[in-house]
C-alpha cells in the first residue's frame, strides 16, 4: 500500500521547477537554439572569411611595451597612436598575447568563445524580463557588423561590453556590490561604459541605503587603484591623463554619425559643447519623468531619501525590490541617450548598444513592423562603408525616432510588490 501510495504520489512542486520552467517559458530553449546556431555561424566566419588588421597590431604594441617594463603611459604606443585605454585593457591583451603568441587566428577562435559568451549573457538578460517576444531574440544573431567587430576585428570594445553585461546581469540577481566590480572592470578595458554610470547610480540609490551604495562604490574606485597602482606610483599624470582623456576628437572620416557636419564644426569645441549640454538634459528629463515618475519625480525622490537617511529608518522593512525590466530599461535607455548625443560613432562602436536594440524597440508603443524596419535601418546604416552624408541623417534619425518611442511609452511601476516577490521566491 505505501509503495502504491508512493508511485503514485505527485512530484514535489521544488523538483519540477526547473523542468517546468524551461517549457513555461519558450524564450529558454530558443535561446540555446540561437547560441548553438551562432556558434556554428561564428565559426565559419572565421574559416573563411578574410581577416582585415585595423587595431591588433596596435594594440600588440602596446602590450608589448608593457610586457617590457614600460610604465609610463605617454611611452605606450602602436601603429596607431599612444595608448589611450585604461590599465584592464593592457591586462587582458597581455594575456591574449600570452595564449596566442601574438598570432591572428588564435586570436580569432578566443574572440569567438567570447562572441559567445557574450551572447549567452545577453540571453540571459532578455530571458530574465518579459519585454521581448521570444522570436524576436533572433534579432540578436543577425548583425552582420557586430560579427565582424568581434571574430574579424577584435576590437576591445567586445571585451568591455561582455563585463558590462555580465555586470547588468548581477543587476538582475541583486548582487549590486559584486556587479559594481564587473562593471568597475568593464571601465578599466574602455571608457564609453561609464555612459550607463549615471542611470546605474540611481539605480543603485532606489536598491540600496546609503550604506551600501557607498560600500558598492568603494569597491569600484578600489577595482581601478589596484588595476592602475603600477602606472599610479611611477608616472600618475601620464596615467591619468591619458587613461581617462574625456576631450578626445575623433577623425571626422570614420564617424558613423554627424558626417553631414562639416568638419570645422565638427571638431569644434562649441559642437562638443553642445552634445554634452543636450545630454545632461535628455538625461535629467528622463530621470525626472520617466525613471522616478511614481517617486513624483527626481526631487521628490530625493527628498524622500534624505528623510529617510536623515530618521535612519531606510531598513529593511521599508526596501522596496526593483523589478528586473526597470533594472535593464533604465541602463539601456540611459546608454542609448550617450549614444545619440555622441559627437563621433566608430565602427566597433555599435556594440556599445546593438545588444540592447530589441529591447529598446519592444520598449516603445511602436507597431511590430516599424520595429523590425527600425532595426533593420539601424543595421544597414552602420554596414555603409565608408559612412557618407545620407547614411549618418538616416541613422540619425532613426535614432531620433526610437529616442521619441521610450520617451512617449507608458512608464511601468518600477517595484516588486513585497508579496508578489516572496511567491516568486518560494516558485524558485
Not at 569567438?112 to 521581448?132: A, H, K, Q, R, S
Request: glycine share 6%.
Amino acid at each position: 500500500m505505501a509503495a502504491r501510495s508512493a508511485l503514485h504520489a505527485k512530484p514535489s512542486p521544488r523538483s519540477m521547477a526547473p523542468t517546468s520552467k524551461l517549457f513555461r517559458n519558450p524564450k529558454v530553449p530558443f535561446a540555446f537554439a540561437l547560441i548553438l546556431a551562432d556558434s556554428v555561424l561564428v565559426s565559419l566566419i572565421i574559416t573563411y572569411v578574410p581577416y582585415t588588421k585595423i587595431d591588433w597590431d596596435a594594440y600588440m604594441s602596446q602590450v608589448s611595451g608593457f610586457l617590457g617594463g614600460e610604465r609610463d603611459y605617454s611611452k605606450l604606443k602602436g601603429d596607431t597612436g599612444p595608448l589611450v585605454y585604461p590599465a584592464g585593457f593592457l591586462y587582458i591583451y597581455s594575456a591574449i598575447q600570452s595564449v596566442t603568441g601574438g598570432e591572428v587566428s588564435p586570436a580569432q577562435i578566443l574572440f569567438g568563445f567570447l562572441y559567445i559568451i557574450n551572447l549567452g549573457i545577453v540571453l540571459v538578460i532578455y530571458t530574465e524580463t518579459d519585454v521581448v517576444p521570444w522570436w524576436a531574440l533572433s534579432l540578436l544573431c543577425l548583425s552582420k557588423r557586430i560579427h565582424s567587430i568581434f571574430v574579424l576585428r577584435l576590437f576591445n570594445d567586445c571585451f568591455a561590453m561582455m563585463l558590462l553585461h555580465a555586470s547588468l546581469a548581477s543587476f538582475l540577481y541583486k548582487r549590486w556590490h559584486l556587479g559594481l566590480i564587473i562593471f568597475s572592470g568593464a571601465v578599466s578595458i574602455k571608457m564609453n561604459v561609464l555612459l550607463y554610470a549615471p542611470p546605474l547610480f540611481l539605480l543603485m540609490v532606489k536598491a540600496m541605503d546609503i550604506s551600501g551604495v557607498i560600500s558598492a562604490l568603494a569597491g569600484a574606485a578600489l577595482v581601478q587603484i589596484l588595476l592602475g597602482l603600477p602606472f599610479i606610483l611611477s608616472h600618475p599624470i601620464a596615467y591619468i591623463s591619458r587613461a581617462f582623456n574625456l576631450g578626445r576628437v575623433f577623425i571626422h572620416f570614420w564617424s558613423v554619425n554627424f558626417k553631414f557636419i562639416p568638419e570645422p564644426l565638427f571638431v569644434s569645441k562649441e559642437f562638443a559643447v553642445s552634445l554634452l549640454i543636450a545630454h545632461l538634459v535628455l538625461l535629467a528629463a528622463f530621470t525626472h519623468y520617466r525613471w522616478c515618475r511614481h517617486e513624483g519625480g527626481l526631487l521628490n525622490f530625493l527628498h524622500s531619501r534624505f528623510l529617510s537617511l536623515k530618521r535612519s529608518d531606510f531598513t529593511n522593512s521599508s526596501f522596496k525590490i526593483l523589478k528586473k525590466e526597470h533594472i535593464v530599461t533604465t541602463m539601456f535607455v540611459g546608454n542609448f541617450i550617450g549614444i545619440f548625443c555622441a559627437r563621433s560613432l566608430h565602427y566597433q562602436f555599435y556594440s556599445w548598444y546593438f545588444y540592447s536594440l530589441p529591447y529598446l524597440l519592444w520598449c516603445t508603443p511602436f507597431p511590430t513592423l516599424l520595429r523590425l524596419i527600425l532595426f533593420m535601418g539601424v543595421e544597414i546604416c552602420w554596414n555603409v562603408y565608408p559612412s557618407n552624408a545620407y547614411s549618418s541623417a538616416l541613422l540619425m534619425c532613426l535614432h531620433l525616432v526610437i529616442l521619441w518611442g521610450l520617451w512617449s511609452a507608458p512608464s511601468e511601476y518600477p517595484y516588486l510588490d513585497n508579496k508578489a516577490y516572496k511567491e516568486k521566491r518560494k516558485e524558485k
